[in-house]
Every structure is written in C-alpha cells, then in structure tokens.
C-alpha cells in the first residue's frame, strides 16, 4: 500500500477483554516497530521486528501484551484483560532496511479502556 | 529507560522567530533522527544525520549533532504558525539492529 495502515482508528473496549490492533507495513519494508503513547506524552517503545530474526520484546510492559508478525508483512498487537492504564495510542512504524534510515508511521489506534 | 531527552518542553514563540529544540542521549548511536507529530496521531520523519556527520540542512531546517557532548538540536528558521506541532528525536543506538527508541517531545507553538 502508499502507506503504514493501522485497524481500527479508534477502539473503546472493557476492562478484563481482550483487543487485538493490525498493522498493515508499506510493501517490502523489513522492520516494524510498535510504540504507545500516552495522552502528551512521548512514545514508549513496546515490540521491534526485523527480518527473520527474533523479535525484539524487550518494551512489552506486561505478559497480558504479545505480538507477531505473520509472513514478514502483517502485524497484530495483542492485549489481553485490558487494563484502564493500557488506554492511550498505538502508533505502528515500518521501515525499509533496519539501519539509517527513516521509519514510515501510520495514523496509530487510539484504545479506550472504559 | 527513554534515550533521547528533548528540551524545552514546551516553547512558544511568535510567526517569523527561529525555534532551536535539543535532545540529549546516553549512549553511543549509529543515527538520530527528527520526528514531527501533529494532533497526537502518525509522526511524520524531518531528517536524519548519521554519526559522522555533524550538521545538515533541509529547507527550513537545520539539525546538529555533537557525539562528544551526546546532543543534537534542531533548528527551525522563520517559523509559521503551521509549524505548531510536536518535535521528537529519536536514536538508533550502536550495536542494535535499527530499534528506533524516541524521547519525550517538544511542544512547538507558533502564535500567527
């Protein structure tokens, strides 16, 4: 696609459910990133994928979130049991080659735990 | 823990003025990077300046980096009020295999 593409835009969901959020990369990018962001605050990495490789989880905050990347392309974030402090942005991020170069972000999910 | 440090928090300044933005981090990088982010969604990338360079330009912008003193600033001249937005740098630290870790931000005003 032209674009990072996230599903859905926005999500309200009750605590103790589970969500899922996609992420669509630009065709061909190799790395993706997964972020959230609190409402005015800065991005707090949660899950990198690169390639093949393992992928880097060292930014999940808790065993209830999990993530993977199907094929190399399509990424699902997943969170179990929502909690009201897991309510903010979820930005999705791809980019080309996994060194020097720019991340391409997508428009992100905002969850609400109500 | 966050690499990058953004600083002043928030800057408010009038159409016309130069806003100058730092950013601090901790640890050896391969690049840093700018961000720009409006109305909390997608972040938009600005530009990009490796480890052996210490400025670049592009446009309005201009962006230093000072690996002995871990800071880089970003620059922008003759600011517009379309230029109200959030300013993020972000670091790709040595040895990491591209992993982007961003910091807090500077909130841009620029007053019409």
């Known amino acids: 696609g032209a674009g990072v593409s996230q599903s859905p835009s926005n999500k309200v969901t009750e605590k103790g459910k589970d969500v899922e959020l996609r992420c669509d990369p630009i065709s061909g990018h190799t790395a993706l990133y997964w972020y959230r962001q609190s409402l005015g605050q800065g991005l707090e990495f949660l899950i990198y994928?690169?390639?093949?490789?393992?992928?880097?989880k060292s930014g999940l905050p808790s065993d209830r979130f999990s993530a993977e990347r199907t094929g190399g392309s399509v990424s699902t974030l997943t969170i179990q049991r929502t909690q009201q402090e897991d309510s903010a942005v979820y930005l999705c991020a791809s980019s080309i080659h996994s060194l020097n170069t720019e991340a391409f972000f997508g428009q992100g999910t905002r969850l609400t735990v109500v | 823990s966050q690499q990058g440090e953004e600083d002043p928090q928030a800057l408010s300044i009038q159409e016309g003025e130069n806003a100058t933005m730092n950013c601090s981090y901790k640890t050896s990088i391969n690049n840093l990077q700018w961000y720009r982010q409006n109305s909390g969604r997608g972040l938009v990338h600005l530009i990009l300046?490796?480890?052996?360079?210490r400025e670049k330009h592009s446009g309005r912008l201009r962006v230093t980096l000072d690996t002995s003193k871990k800071s880089s600033s970003l620059l922008i001249t003759a600011s517009r009020a379309a230029d109200t937005a959030s300013y993020f740098c972000a670091t790709d630290r040595k040895g990491n295999t591209g992993k982007l870790i961003f910091g807090q931000g500077t909130t841009l005003q620029v007053k019409p």
């Open positions: 300046i490796r480890s052996n360079e």
């Open positions: 994928f690169q390639g093949n490789s393992a992928p880097d």
